[in-house]
């Protein structure tokens, strides 16, 4: 009775390797080359004669001299056969579970019977017709069903086909075949992923297929369409990274732009910790800021409008002193607790005010570092409370009128991500997207190599503790 036959994984998509029971196997290299000649036969049997040329390079001898060459060839087919087949029977007289993948036949010849041997792998044993498979089905499929079977047949490339014999003249057929298959699945995960609106994951995939062929002008052609797409679709963002904790989609984004152009977010805006909103003749809020902004543009003006709407927000907030007129005379005179949000609804979505400096009675505004990590904090509690799970704008909190001499622009965009990215840690629903928006004329001066160092030492850490 055969053996069981063992679980085979015969891998040619680059260097051979084989895989039996899911333990690699050695074979001695005349063995691989005889591997690797029977599975470009694609099935078919191969004459013993045929195997000497190709495998040993010997040359035709006449049949009476040739026994000690064809025991050569036995004595690898009896390796391989073995390998296939770990402890099947193997005496005389008995049938081997490694008989059945590589099978003895007789071929019918001029010169009388000649023994051919056959590979029988089914199409999950190989890794060559597990890619043709899988490419063949995934170029008649759906978009987003094809991107996924396509990333799937090329992970089974691992370099050029049976590149133990790049070149010989009987595997050129097959190592053909299965390159431009690669080539085709290649260019089709180009077009679907960008049919399904994902540039960003074509664009590797088309730069591999122009690094390949450097002379296709369509290749050219289409890796200089994606990155076009892209400079296009991230044109404001000057940074982007996934924040790095398991159960978190939630991006980081640096912009170039307008905080009040982000209409898809929600807004958050600075305040002192008295809340003044008085703009009149610039002395104590300046008509530059971006409180004197908010009241001309999300509120058309109506300063009291948004004054109401802080005056609701504070009533749950315990003041922590209130100033006389003498000590204070512009502006208002109860002061709030550095830290206090105050959730002021707009349109469908909210503004975030929050108390992150004091105004002093010389109408100067002043805050520090640990004023700023606390009000963040208070911010980012509110915003899982209250934030709808909408992206989140923030300025460059404490870059302005406020003294923050300690830090640096940079240093305060480290800042603001380092408190968002413990605030994950303890909201996993936060918001998708922390959207930090710089403006324009700000950029030269503002060094964002600190919030890059920061996601670099946050990825290493978080390796060292795996």
């Known amino acids: 009775m055969a053996g069981a036959r063992a679980r085979i994984r015969v891998k040619v998509l680059g260097p051979v390797q084989l895989e039996v029971d899911g333990i690699p196997v050695r074979l001695t290299p005349l063995t691989v080359r005889l591997l690797v000649r029977l599975v470009a036969a694609g099935g078919e049997a191969v004459p013993v004669r045929q195997l000497r040329r190709d495998v040993w390079g010997l040359a035709d001898e006449p049949r009476h001299l040739d026994q000690r060459n064809r025991n050569e060839v036995q004595k690898r087919v009896l390796e391989l056969r073995r390998a296939l087949a770990p402890g099947a029977p193997g005496a005389p007289g008995q049938d081997s579970a490694g008989t059945h993948v590589l099978r003895t036949e007789q071929q019918v010849t001029v010169q009388g019977p000649e023994t051919a041997y056959r590979l029988v792998l089914r199409p999950e044993e190989l890794d060559s017709a597990r890619f043709t498979a899988i490419v063949n089905d995934a170029l008649l499929a759906p978009p987003a069903t094809a991107a996924h079977r396509l990333s799937e047949a090329l992970s089974l490339v691992r370099g050029r086909p049976l590149a133990e014999v790049n070149g010989e003249g009987f595997a050129v057929p097959f190592v053909r075949r299965l390159t431009a298959l690669q080539d085709a699945a290649r260019r089709e995960l180009v077009r679907v992923q960008t049919d399904l609106g994902r540039p960003e994951l074509a664009l590797p995939v088309a730069e591999l297929i122009a690094h390949e062929h450097p002379d296709d002008a369509e290749a050219a052609r289409v890796l200089d369409a994606l990155r076009a797409e892209l400079r296009a679709r991230h044109g404001a963002e000057l940074l982007r990274h996934r924040v790095p904790l398991d159960g978190q989609r939630a991006d980081v984004v640096l912009v170039r732009g307008d905080l009040f152009d982000q209409a898809d977010c929600n807004l958050v805006i600075g305040f002192t910790d008295t809340f003044d909103t008085e703009t009149a003749e610039d002395l104590v809020i300046s008509r530059e800021s971006l409180q004197s902004q908010l009241v001309d543009r999300l509120f058309a003006g109506k300063r009291r409008l948004l004054d109401d709407r802080l005056r609701a927000g504070l009533r749950a907030v315990k003041p922590v002193a209130t100033e006389t007129v003498r000590a204070k005379p512009l502006g208002r005179r109860v002061r709030y607790p550095v830290g206090t949000t105050v959730v002021v609804p707009v349109e469908g979505r909210r503004v975030f005010a929050t108390a992150y400096s004091r105004l002093g009675n010389d109408l100067v505004a002043r805050s520090n570092h640990a004023d ?45 991500v380092d408190s968002f990215i413990e605030a994950c840690r303890r909201y996993p629903a936060l918001t998708p997207e922390l959207r930090i928006v710089i403006l324009p004329q700000e950029l030269a001066r503002t060094d964002l190599a600190p919030v890059e160092q920061h996601f670099e030492d946050l990825v290493l850490g978080l390796r060292a503790a795996d």
Do not use: H, M, Y
């Open 372 to 416: 700023l990590r606390l009000s963040l904090e208070s911010l980012w509690a509110s915003v899982a409370v209250n934030g709808l799970f909408k992206p989140v704008a923030v300025p460059l909190i404490g870059s302005g009128l406020a003294r923050v001499t300690d830090l640096d622009r940079g240093q305060l965009a480290a800042l603001i």
